[in-house]
């Protein structure tokens, strides 16, 4: 068991400052319980708390630590930029550096805006999609998280995927009633909403594979068939790659999947763990942005020259050879483990993972969308988190996260994991309901 008595005591000094002691919600191990470690060191694979424990990290700053904690070469030319001054607010060489290397990165952004964040993106995005359709309605899906603005704050209103409410106080309604909300991989669905609302959908946007609901690949086809429905009816496709978008391939999803999607929204790994966002497509759609159009959309700190510098050195690295094919082979090496020791314990659980992105779902049927997702034993996966802690691992800390691995982590870091989800699912096997 780890000692965590300064963690403790800097939860109890967080909490009289910070609402729940800390800055993103996720952060405060509601879900699993127990008191979230505060982090003192990144390096390489791991992470080390205030009370000295280590640990094997699979959170990696929910997805933009690619190349693991502090990768030396990231850190040694971020220092030289902030040494050369850590804002401007004018331009610099590097944006327009880092924006040529996402456009050859992914062939349907011919340019993009940089913003600071991934709610910046998502938000923008859609401006724009509302501004070059001239339409108002956006089509997301129930268990997809495209940030915390108001409007893409909406989930599923009852009985009718047609009817969406707020999904947080302070959101008025009004703001979400032109969200219309589908289930993902549920093509019916969304036909359903084109059939009612054609001539008022601006966009459909969507996580080509979901990453804020556990991971949950599309099913062969869906991603196609929003392509056609977006195409046929005047509406644009948004690819939200904050997550994906060079996690599973060079190019992101739509490389992977082959779809060329309207506009596609960016953030994590491009920032190389500082903050970061991007939103980028069709140059005609682009160029409605202010100054060159009428879309206003600003950031004082967008374009960051520090931002700027850790994303380019992190994509100049993920241009190395077989990279990608690296992180294919430790994940799933991972995958085959966990699932070889869930299975010899005799506990019920579905991996779900594309890359090196994955999910243990507590379930024993298969997961295809956020209802599905929700089936999963929230209860079990807390005790399968404390067990897995207590053994050194970091694992998200809800059940309806993604995990990563990096490239940093070791063929020794992956068996250490097997090994200790071996044990802890040894001693779920008692508790384990289906
Ligand atoms: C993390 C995330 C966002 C929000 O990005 P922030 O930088 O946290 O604002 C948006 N969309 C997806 C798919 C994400 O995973």
Redesign the pocket.
């Known amino acids: 068991m780890n000692r965590l008595s300064r963690s403790e005591q800097l939860f109890q000094q967080a909490q009289r400052y910070l609402p729940g002691g800390v800055d993103s919600p996720v952060r405060a191990f509601k879900a699993v319980g127990g008191t979230p470690l505060f982090i003192k060191v990144g390096q390489g694979s791991r992470l080390y708390d205030e009370d000295g424990n280590e640990f094997i990290d699979y959170v990696c700053s ?2 933009p630590l690619i190349l693991g904690h502090s990768p030396p070469r990231v850190v040694r030319a971020t220092r030289k930029a902030v040494e050369r001054g850590s804002s401007f607010g004018a331009p610099t060489e590097l944006e327009t550096t880092l924006a040529r290397m996402v456009c050859e990165a992914v062939p349907s952004i011919e340019m993009v805006r940089f913003v600071s ?4 993106a ?1 938000m923008s995005a859609i401006r724009l999609a509302r501004a070059f359709t001239g339409r108002n309605k956006v089509v997301k899906f129930a268990g997809g ?3 915390h603005s108001d409007g893409l704050l909406a989930k599923a209103g009852s009985g009718m995927a047609t009817l969406s409410i707020p999904s947080s106080p302070g959101v008025p309604a009004s703001l979400t009633s032109d969200t219309l909300v589908a289930a993902y991989n549920n093509l019916e669905e969304v036909e359903k909403l084109f059939t009612s609302f054609t001539p008022e959908i601006a966009a459909i946007i969507v ?1 080509p594979i979901a ?2 609901m556990g991971v949950v690949p599309p099913r062969p086809g869906f991603l196609e068939r929003l392509r056609s429905l977006t195409r046929e009816s005047g509406a644009l496709l948004i690819f ?1 790659e ?2 994906t978008g060079f996690r599973v391939a060079y190019g992101g999803a739509q490389e992977l999947y082959n779809i060329s999607p309207d506009l596609t ?1 960016l ?2 790994i491009i920032g190389g763990g500082l903050p970061i ?1 991007a939103y980028g497509g069709r140059k005609d759609i682009m160029e409605m942005v202010a100054p060159s159009g009428k879309v206003y959309q600003a950031g004082t700190l967008a374009g960051n020259p520090v931002a700027m510098t850790a994303g380019i050195e992190t994509i100049s690295v993920l241009r190395e050879p077989r990279i990608y094919e690296k992180l294919e082979g430790k994940s799933s090496l991972l995958e085959r483990g966990i699932i070889e020791a869930a299975g010899a314990a005799g506990v019920n659980i579905q991996l779900s993972r594309v890359g090196s992105m994955f999910t243990i779902f507590f379930t024993g049927g298969a997961v295809r969308d956020y209802g599905t997702a929700a089936r999963a034993d929230t209860e079990l996966y807390a005790k399968f988190f404390h067990r897995m802690l207590s053994q050194g691992i970091y694992l998200p800390p809800s059940q309806f996260e993604t995990s990563f691995v990096s490239s940093a982590h070791t063929d020794g870091d992956i068996q250490a994991t097997v090994d200790a989800a071996g044990k802890s699912f040894t001693t779920l096997r008692a508790l384990s309901r289906d």
């Not at 964040?117 to 910046?120: L, P, V």
């Open positions: 929910w997805g964040s991934g709610t910046e998502a998280y495209h940030g996580e990453g804020n939200d904050v997550i929204c953030g994590k966002g």
